[in-house]
């Protein structure tokens, strides 16, 4: 058995149960590659993936025919896509839903499909980041269990409830579903990677690792693999999360999958400051699947650090026009604010109050970027209450950073340090919050530490923001060099150079 300080273990043979019922799921592949020992795991994006319900429908062969059967429709797709947790298109959403639909009006006693049906809205939801799809999904999630209640073991319905708290930023709902149904059943895998949403939304390290480490250990495959994979990045492990993403991608069986599992790689090599090798798995997402609209915002992204700001300019108009999320508004209008076009910045952030407006309006929670967004072009102090209140409902080291940045912009720079501090000690690792730290640290005078957390930033990813990339090199430019006098000078004990002054 491996202790904490051994996780991740070694790598080893998964013996898999064989499922109760056939169902119609990914192949199960080999065992996943963890190269590295660490002693916790933390918070995995906001949007992990797609979690949805195990389906259980036989799987047919065409008896009496040796010729393998015709490959599988839209509707089939999808239903495996949703069975397994992993991304769809949204045709094939639309189809599934369509289908769904169809046969519940004429059998409204099958509490199976009317779980399905509440999956496919939830996933055509995330798809298209319209959140007017989640109450349609709690609909006919609840219509299932209200067929068949979950203490007669409709475990279906009770995940898909669980993502769909996930997907509302309602992560301690979410927590407290997808552990209920664990108990019941320790070994239905499918509930896990809702836990580690749920366990990283709430800034619990030791709950993720420990779902991860069982979904790792119950299932193998691209979904098992990019669940590990993200996890990792979010705790700063680039190596092990570009390992497990590429392996990911080599063993997904549909071009959607591939494509999502190539956005998260080049997601990763942005966060190392490697634009040109993000613009390439961006690209090639695209390719795999030209519904990967995530993927233009990461490639507008990587052509922005590359100076190529007419094509940034169009990727991310293209992406924000097909996937509105709050914090792609937030990105296009920064970039417009850092070319000087103040009506158009003033356009994005806009149309990102009405977007989170919407998303109040069908249970979600855009604390976090609505609390950046205020922070940095509103009201600090709206955005620091905004944020108070997110802390107390998931602290997160996400949470964390912005509640400390925001801090820092209302006048209180002494207790942002202390969030800006607890983002690290969560696990945060990027520029960003880098960047943060150091501004926090020059404000009250801490010289030697600004020095390190500003340059941390510009080495982790000199393109990090169109806006405060320019401020980091100022700031630094302006604190100078270091003094002579060695470590009591490095910390920040002696008097600050002239140039700070």
Known sequence: METEDEWPPRRR?????????????????PPPARTARRT???????ALLTAGVLVVLPQTRLAGHDAPPPAPGPVARALTAVGAGAPASATELTALI???????????????????????????????????????AEWALRRSLAVRPAARGNAAARIG????????????????????VRRGDPKRWTVYPVLVEAYSGLGDLKGAAGA??????????????????????????????????????????????????????????WDRGEPAEALAHHAAALRTDPGAHAALAGRARAELALGRTGAARRDYAAAVARLPRPEYLLELGEL????????????????????????????????????????????????????????????????????GWALYRAGEPEEGLVFAKAAAEKGGRTALFSYHRGVLERE??????????????????????????????????????????????????????????
């Open 13 to 29: 043979t998964l013996t898999l149960p064989p499922p109760a019922r056939p169902t119609p799921l990914e192949p199960a592949g």
């Open 40 to 46: 916790m795991i933390g918070a995995a994006v906001a």
């Open 98 to 136: 369509a289908d769904r639909r169809a046969w519940v009006r004429a059998h409204p006693a099958d509490d199976a499909s009317w779980a399905v049906l509440g999956s496919a809205y939830l996933g055509r939801g995330l798809r298209s980041a319209d959140s007017s799809y989640y109450p349609r």
């Open 161 to 180: 409830l669980a993502a769909l708290a996930n997907a509302r930023r309602d992560y301690a709902a979410a927590r407290t579903i997808a552990e209920e």
């Open 212 to 269: 991860v480490e069982k979904l790792l250990d119950l299932r193998g495959g691209s979904t098992a693999l990019a669940a590990a994979g993200a996890v990792y990045r979010e705790r700063g492990w680039r190596e092990d999360a570009a390992a497990s993403l590429a392996e990911a991608a080599a063993y997904a069986t549909t071009p959607v999958q591939k494509a999502d599992c190539l956005r998260q790689l080049g997601d990763l090599a």
């Open 336 to 403: 417009y604010e850092s070319m000087g076009l103040a009506a158009d910045a003033r356009a994005q952030y806009a149309r990102l109050r009405a977007r989170a407006a919407s998303d109040d309006g069908h249970g979600v929670r855009d604390a976090l970027v609505l609390g950046r967004f205020e922070a940095d072009h509103g009201a600090p102090e709206a955005a620091v209450e905004r944020l108070r209140a997110q802390w107390r409902r998931a602290p997160s080291a996400a949470v964390a950073d912005a509640l």
């Open 444 to 501: 009250l005078g801490q010289y030697g530490p600004a020095r390190r957390y500003l340059d941390e930033a510009l080495r982790t990813n000199p393109y990090f923001s169109p806006l405060l990339a320019r401020e980091a090199r100022e700031q630094l430019e302006g604190l100078g060099e270091l003094p002579e006098g060695g470590p009591k000078d490095m910390y920040g004990s002696a008097a600050p150079p002239k140039q700070a002054q």
